[in-house]
């Protein structure tokens, strides 16, 4: 069983969680990585439809092989800090997802969701750099899948 959040009345409600999620671009991949030690690395991302974590990667490299080992992962966003009006200090929203990851083997679910990721990060580059790089990579790119099985967010008005 996960941990409950310490500070319950920073929490954000599952919904917000989730916006953030959907919202956000960029996360922190945690895995269990050589000789036992965290291996963190940053990452594009989509949330599928599905309600799971696509991640852009090459087929081969470190979190490949940390994948191999153990399947459980963490994976952190942080949204882009903002502040109030009349005030310095920033307003912080952030998620936490434990779950599993996977490599994703089925190429037209690969191709799908690397356009996907393409539209949600870069949607002015599509038709001039992306269409045309994924027709040179399009058989050797690989997409990882987290099913999340805790997801939980916070809000803090950093002080």
């Not at 696509?54 to 979190?63: D, L, S, T, W």
């Not at 153990?70 to 936490?96: G, H, M, N």
């Not at 269409?131 to 790119?141: E, P, Q, T, Y």
Request: proline share 3%; hydrophobic share 40%; aromatic share 8%.
């Amino acid at each position: 069983m996960m941990r409950k959040m310490r500070r319950f009345k920073q929490q954000l409600e599952d919904s917000d969680a989730l916006n953030v999620l959907k919202n956000g671009h960029r996360g922190v991949l945690s895995l269990l990585g050589d000789e036992g030690y965290p291996y963190g690395v940053p990452v594009d991302y989509l949330v599928g439809d599905d309600g799971h974590i696509y991640i852009h990667c090459a087929g081969a490299g470190h979190k490949i092989d940390a994948l191999k080992k153990c399947d459980k992962v963490c994976f952190t966003v942080i949204e882009d800090q903002l502040r109030q009006p009349d005030d310095f200090a920033l307003y912080v929203k952030s998620v936490i997802v434990f779950g599993r990851i996977r490599m994703v083997e089925d190429r037209s679910v690969i191709l799908k969701n690397v356009m996907a990721l393409a539209e949600h990060i870069y949607p002015e580059q599509i038709e001039s750099y992306y269409r045309a790089d994924l027709a040179r990579s399009g058989n050797i790119v690989q997409m990882l899948e987290i099913t999340p099985e805790y997801v939980t967010g916070k809000k803090v008005h950093e002080q």
